[in-house]
Structures are given as structure tokens and as C-alpha cells.
Nanobody
Framework: QVQLVESGGGLVQAGGSLRLACAAS????????MGWFRQAPGKEREFVAT????????DYLDSVKGRFTISRDNAKNTVYLQMNSLKPEDTAVYYC?????????????WGQGTQVTVSS
């Protein structure tokens, strides 16, 4: 079983930056794609970014392209989401998960997530 713990969220002004981290523990393996998702109040959870097992391929939600960067450090079992030029509409709880890269379907149960709040 794998446990994923998200961290790095907080309150930031529009235009600011945050770096989220997702640390995996337990029976980890680096051969999974990883994804970041978010859920804003009253909205469904949505895909934000994904990275394949090697880190050589990434994909993003259109609205975050050019502002967010996903990366991973397999030696540390950690995935990151660098978020720049944040907008109020980026406010949400952010979650990470191991996923099937082609379908973006999550493999794990959702963790606690980390709250990101962007003020205008």
C-alpha cells in the first residue's frame, strides 16, 4: 500500500507562486505516472497536470499551461508542482495520485490534499 502526502499549500496573492510537494511512502515504485488534481468549492475534482514515470513526458490542463510545471524526483519518491502567476481561479484543494498516464485515471484513494488560496 502506498501513502501520498501533499504539502506546500497556503495563501498567496494573485501573481504569486507556490510549490507543492507530494511525498510517497510505503510500497512505492517509481514506475507509475503521477498526477495533480484540484477541487474548488462546489466544483468537481479536475485534472491539473501529469508526468510519466521517467519524467520525460508531461501534460497540463489548458488553463495552467505556461504557469505550472510538474516534476518528480524518483530517488526521493516525491512529485512537485511549481505554480507561478497564480490566479484567484486556481484556488482549490490540490491532490496528487498515482495514475494511468493514458487515461489519467487515479490508482490510489485520495489523500487529505493541500489547500491553495489565491487572493485578488
Amino acid at each position: 500500500q502506498v501513502q501520498l502526502v501533499e504539502s506546500g499549500g497556503g495563501l498567496v496573492q494573485a501573481g504569486g507562486s507556490l510549490r507543492l510537494a507530494c511525498a510517497a511512502s510505503g510500497r512505492t515504485s517509481s514506475i507509475y505516472a503521477m498526477g495533480w488534481f484540484r477541487q474548488a468549492p462546489g466544483k468537481e475534482r479536475e485534472f491539473v497536470a501529469t508526468i510519466n514515470w521517467s519524467g520525460g513526458s508531461t501534460d497540463y490542463l489548458d488553463s495552467v499551461k505556461g504557469r505550472f510545471t510538474i516534476s518528480r524526483d524518483n530517488a526521493k519518491n516525491t512529485v512537485y508542482l511549481q505554480m507561478n502567476s497564480l490566479k484567484p481561479e486556481d484556488t482549490a484543494v490540490y491532490y496528487c495520485a498515482r495514475i494511468i498516464y493514458s487515461t489519467r485515471a487515479p490508482i490510489d484513494s485520495w489523500g487529505q490534499g493541500t489547500q491553495v488560496t489565491v487572493s485578488s
